[in-house]
């Protein structure tokens, strides 16, 4: 049963770094730790080695949550669930990452993507409290959507990678031809902040708000804005990530996406208050890490 108690255990794996933390929601964290993202087995074994340190501590803990990089498998009925599949990163290609919590933890762990689990945090205490549909979207280092589908997280056939959506490329306003491994010109593989870099020779965060480099930044996330909203209807589209939260950029987003659409979707949010359909995660950077807290909690609540 869940109580004012219950500790879960939250992992937040990233590309660059695994933060992991031991509490029950954005007021109760009772600790938190980074471990650089190094072969699956050290990081794996950092993980482990915090939470029994702070099982000695504070007790027990309920749940794991773990919000984890992919592309992963998160099909409980799947041979090679819980394990990352096929990656550039090296070494973590194949990776039986739950399976290395699970020799440690005799507990339930929910296992997704960091999109999806970010998603469920927003949901329980961030910008999408009360929706039943809504994305997502993170414009970082790399780009990837989590849909929250009618009180669901959408899994589908693996899990949707929102990132590597084809665009429109106008070559001759942007001639760069991309940054993505598999297919060059994708929505990650012209609008990432690798591709920004790539393009400018700079960080986005070192590029002035008038630069031109947001004209075209705003194109592509509003031309992948409009796809979801055509495709998922979602009541809101969360946007986060080093990029995406960049302060001068949502405006330019709101307004290309309402250009895109063209009036064709008749609902007053769009139509009049887009303010309020793109938005800002709630819970900043912490969604994450708090996703991966209320992946945990919404395992004991879950039937077997
Ligand atoms: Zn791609």
Redesign the pocket.
Known sequence: MKNSTTLYGAIEGGGTKFICAVGSGPNSIRAEARFATTTPEETIGHVIEFFHVQEEKLGELSAIGFACFGPLDPNPASSTYGHILPTPKPGWTNANVVGLLRKEFDIPIAFDTDVNGAALGEWRWGKAQGLQTFIYLTVGTGIGGGAYVQGNLLHGLIHPEMG?IPLKHDLEKDPFEGA?P??ND?F??LASGVAIEKRWGMRGALLMPDHIAWDIEADYIAQALTSYTMTLSPQRIIIGGGVGSLPHLLPQVRKRTRELINGYIQSPIILENIESYLVNPGLGNRSGVLGAIALAEQSLQKKP
């Open positions: 590597h993505c598999f297919h994708c990650e593989g």
